[in-house]
């Protein structure tokens, strides 16, 4: 017998539009998203808050993609970056993914962003048109 993991318990009704009742209701969907329990969301926010480099941000959005199925893209943002709000944070649509993670995940980074500016420039550099002149 395999011992079940943990999934996330469902959010107040009408609180959150996640659809995790209907995910857990079709047959053959990719659940790991429910594997984001509130603590796991907490240990999360807080390992990206506490980002020590740009390969670290890259190497943790490769982590949550393969454990939980979350893509997300980091940029520069479509007009002049002035402050970390400028770095455009996108999570694609996720069934399952609740409304507040989805808000939290962005403001994490950008904390941890601000915290070590350094990673933002090379985030810059390493978007930069004129990079390879």
Do not use: W
């Amino acid at each position: 017998m395999t011992p079940s993991l943990p999934i996330r318990q469902a959010c107040p009704p009408g609180a959150c539009v996640c659809g995790r009742e209907r995910l857990l209701e079709t047959p053959g969907a990719d659940l790991r998203i429910l594997r984001l329990t509130r603590q796991e969301e907490k240990r999360l926010l807080e390992r990206l808050e506490n980002l020590e480099s740009l390969a670290d941000l890259e190497h943790m959005q490769r982590r949550m993609y393969e454990q939980l199925g979350i893509r997300l893209e980091i940029a520069p943002g479509f007009h002049e970056v002035r402050s970390m709000r400028g770095i455009a944070i996108h999570i694609d649509e996720l069934p399952g993914l609740c409304r507040k993670t989805r808000q939290s995940i962005p403001a994490a980074i950008r904390r941890g962003l601000e915290k070590h500016p350094e990673i933002a420039y090379r985030l810059l550099d390493a978007h930069d048109l004129l990079r390879d002149a």
